[in-house]
Nanobody, 116 residues
Framework: QVQLVESGGGLVQPGGSLRLSCAAS????????MGWYRQAPGKQRELVAT???????NYAESVKGRVTISRDNAKSTVYLQMDSLKPEDTAVYYC??????????WGQGTQVTVSS
């Protein structure tokens, strides 16, 4: 059974930082492209960042320079370090595991709220 369990969300003031974690089980973690997506109220889910099995990274333009994605294959965990947070970063953040256009899994999401 595949499980992706996110943690680290919460309430933070504008300009603050958060580090999200996603622990995976039930998959061969090292071969998957891992990603973070987010969905704000009334909006579609959008890409935040992805990291391939080889360590290649891709970021949405809206978060470039403020967000860093990383992975620890030994721990089957992917991280999202978010700095200089803005109110428009408020959303539910979802972890995704993707392989070979066939295997695609999602976590349950973690709420990030940026507000003073």
């Amino acid at each position: 059974q595949v499980q992706l369990v996110e943690s680290g969300g919460g309430l933070v003031q504008p300009g603050g930082s958060l580090r999200l974690s996603c622990a995976a089980s039930g998959i061969i973690f090292g071969i998957y492209t891992m990603g973070w997506y987010r969905q704000a109220p009334g909006k579609q889910r959008e890409l935040v960042a992805t990291i391939t099995s080889g360590g290649g990274k891709n970021y949405a333009e809206s978060v470039k320079g403020r967000v860093t994605i990383s992975r620890d294959n030994a721990k089957s965990t992917v991280y999202l370090q978010m700095d200089s947070l803005k109110p428009e970063d408020t959303a539910v953040y979802y972890c995704n595991a993707h392989y070979n256009h066939e295997y695609d899994y999602w976590g349950q999401g973690t709420q990030v709220t940026v507000s003073s």
